[in-house]
Structures are given as structure tokens and as C-alpha cells.
């Protein structure tokens, strides 16, 4: 009986599995995806359409190439035709895909030189909004969460695009050496072009708080940061 007894008031075990956890700080990342995400996808992108236009383009060239080196020794049977235009071919993408791999990495590398630049400036003008000096250098893990993500949700808008644009465009006239005119030219049009796709983005934010939106995903700005532990307790 007494058996019985304490097992009856034995605490039961709980079955139950917690609720999971809602990040308490949201971001609002530029096209509804993280900067990673965002980072490897605009790259990926920017690789093929460099691979195909460069391998095309140089393909197209080769085989005028080959056509003017090979004008005097036109063949003369079927299977010489054969041989010619399998040449041709072999000529044509040998330097076709080389050259294609070669713009598209370089397309890729200046692509990301921009969306870098730009999700620095959104992280720089949202911690600078939440209390960073430049006396001081604060660190993100010194300030408040919920400052930051205020700030940072806020900073990201076509002010940044423009900003990244004009600076791409300045590391790129510096890098081919422009004169200052053609320099002044370049970082203008940089100005423009991201201002254009800052306003795109703008737009793409605007339509889905109109007509419907998604989960918001955690920054990567709060990953690793201490007070993090301490603000999910």
C-alpha cells in the first residue's frame, strides 16, 4: 500500500516538448533573403551571365579567326568540309570557354565587391543610428538589440545602393587607372545604377507590406554576439 502510495504522488514526467523559441529580434534583409543567401545567389547570377556572354562573344571571334587563317586551304570533298567545320567548332569553344570562365569570375568579383559594400554600409549606418560613435568604436555587443535591429531595418533602403554603386564605381576607375574625367563619369553612373536597384528594392519591400509578406529571418549580425544569451533568457 505504501507502495502504491508514493508512487501516486511521485511527480509525473513531463511529455511535453518546450515551444520553440521566437527570435525576439527579426530583421527585414533586402530582397526577403540573408546576406549570404543573397550574397552567393547575385554572384552565382553574375558568373553565368558573364560566362555566357564572354564564351560567346570570344567563340564568335575565334571562328572568324579561323575562317580568315584557313581561307587560302579551303577544302575541297565532303569529308575535307567535315574536318574544316570540326575544327572550326573545337577552335571556337576552346577560346570561347576560356574567355567565358575569365568574365564571369570578373563579373562575379566586381558584383560582389557591390552587395559587400552595400550590406556594410546598411550594418554601419544601422549601429551608428543605435549609438556607435567613432570616439568610442563600440562594439555591436555593447549596445542594445533592439537599437540595432531598429537601426539596421531602417538603414536599409536606396541611400546605401546608391552609396555602394558610387563607391563600386570609384574602386573600378581606380583599379583601370581612368583618367579623372572617365573616373567622374564611372562613379556617376555607379550613382545612378544603384540608386535604380536601391529603388527596386525599395519597391519590392513596399509591394509586400501592401499585398502580403513571409517569416523574417535572424541577421547575421546578432549570431555570436553575448548579450544575445542573455536577451533570449
Known amino acids: 500500500t505504501t507502495h502504491h502510495t508514493m508512487a ?4 509525473e514526467p513531463d511529455s511535453t516538448t518546450p515551444p520553440p523559441h521566437k527570435n525576439p529580434y ?4 533586402r530582397l526577403d533573403m540573408p546576406f549570404d543567401r543573397r550574397l552567393l545567389l547575385t554572384t552565382t547570377l553574375s558568373f553565368l551571365s558573364g560566362f555566357t556572354l564572354g564564351s560567346l562573344s570570344a567563340g564568335h571571334m575565334a571562328s572568324l579567326r579561323f575562317r580568315a587563317e584557313n581561307a587560302h586551304r579551303l577544302p575541297t570533298s565532303n569529308p575535307g568540309w567535315y574536318l574544316y567545320h570540326k ?3 573545337y577552335y571556337k569553344w576552346r577560346y570561347g570557354i576560356v574567355e567565358g570562365l575569365r568574365k564571369g569570375t570578373y563579373i562575379a568579383a566586381w558584383s560582389m565587391v557591390f552587395f559587400v559594400v552595400e550590406e556594410s554600409l546598411d550594418v554601419f549606418r544601422g549601429t551608428w543610428r543605435a549609438g556607435r560613435t567613432m570616439e568610442e568604436m563600440e562594439g555591436v555587443d555593447e549596445l542594445d538589440l533592439k537599437k540595432i535591429e531598429r537601426g539596421v531595418s531602417g538603414s536599409r533602403d536606396f541611400v546605401s545602393s546608391a552609396l555602394a554603386g558610387m563607391v ?9 587607372q581612368f583618367p579623372v574625367s572617365t573616373a567622374a563619369r564611372t562613379i556617376r553612373l555607379g550613382l545612378l545604377v544603384g540608386l535604380g536597384f536601391g529603388l527596386g528594392q525599395d ?13 523574417e529571418s535572424e541577421s547575421w549580425i546578432y549570431r555570436g554576439a553575448r548579450n544575445r544569451r542573455v536577451e533570449e533568457e
Open 168 to 176: 563600386t564605381g570609384g574602386v573600378w576607375s581606380a583599379w583601370h
Open 8 to 11: 501516486s504522488l511521485a511527480p
Open 26 to 29: 527579426p530583421t527585414s534583409p
Open 203 to 215: 519597391g519590392l519591400v513596399w509591394a509586400k507590406a501592401r499585398w502580403g509578406g513571409g517569416r
Open 87 to 89: 575544327s572550326k567548332n
